[in-house]
């Protein structure tokens, strides 16, 4: 016996059950508030930052368990294997140390102007002190991480910052010159 499914609306404007999921999770300013959706970002951007650091900690591979010098990659126990193939170690390490750093960037820019800042920024700051360390521990001995990798990482996510308060002040600020009127969305 088929029984027809129960339509009832979902959201008050809705009149069926079929939903465009695309639409319907995406950010409505009318319908979504906003310190709901600081606080879906900041779940979102420890999440993150767990996952990278551990990573940091644990690089994919494992470990060697002995020490070899006569194979076409030499290692010694208890580095990193991916520190053995260094372009793969670079790549890997600079889309993961980027992950990181915006992450800690973005929550640090969600929690502002909250109370208890200060201990929140030295909480984030010792534990991004601890990922560069546990980064270059693990791999001790591999020629993926340099200096330049390293400030490069934690220079994109401030330029990606930087370029974003830009914006909002070219948006909000009046020029005082005539020409097409510039719209953000």
């Known amino acids: 016996m088929d029984v027809p499914p129960i339509e009832r609306p979902i959201h008050p404007d809705q009149k ?24 879906a970002l900041l779940v979102v951007m420890a ?50 140390t980027i992950a990181f750093a915006t992450s800690i960037y973005v929550i640090l820019f969600l929690l502002f102007p909250f109370p208890f800042f200060p201990e929140v920024l030295i909480g984030l700051v010792s534990f991004s002190v601890a990922y560069g360390i546990s980064t270059t521990s693990n791999l001790h001995g591999a020629a993926c991480l340099n200096r330049e990798l390293v400030i490069l990482t934690i220079l994109i996510p401030l330029a990606a910052m930087s370029y974003r308060s830009y914006v909002l002040h070219f948006k909000t600020v009046d020029l005082g010159r005539p020409g097409p009127e510039v719209r953000f969305k």
Do not use: M
């Not at 639409?23 to 906003?34: G, I, L």
């Open 47 to 96: 999440l993150i930052a767990a996952a990278t650091f551990q990573v940091g900690l644990h690089p994919p591979g494992g470990v060697w368990q002995d020490t070899t010098k006569d194979h076409g990659v030499n290692h010694e126990a208890g580095t990193a294997i991916l520190g053995s193939y260094p372009h793969n170690c670079r790549v890997f390490y600079f889309f993961n």
């Open 16 to 39: 069926s059950v079929d939903l465009d999921l695309d639409s319907y999770f995406q950010y409505k300013p009318e319908r979504d508030c906003p310190n709901d959706v600081r606080n």
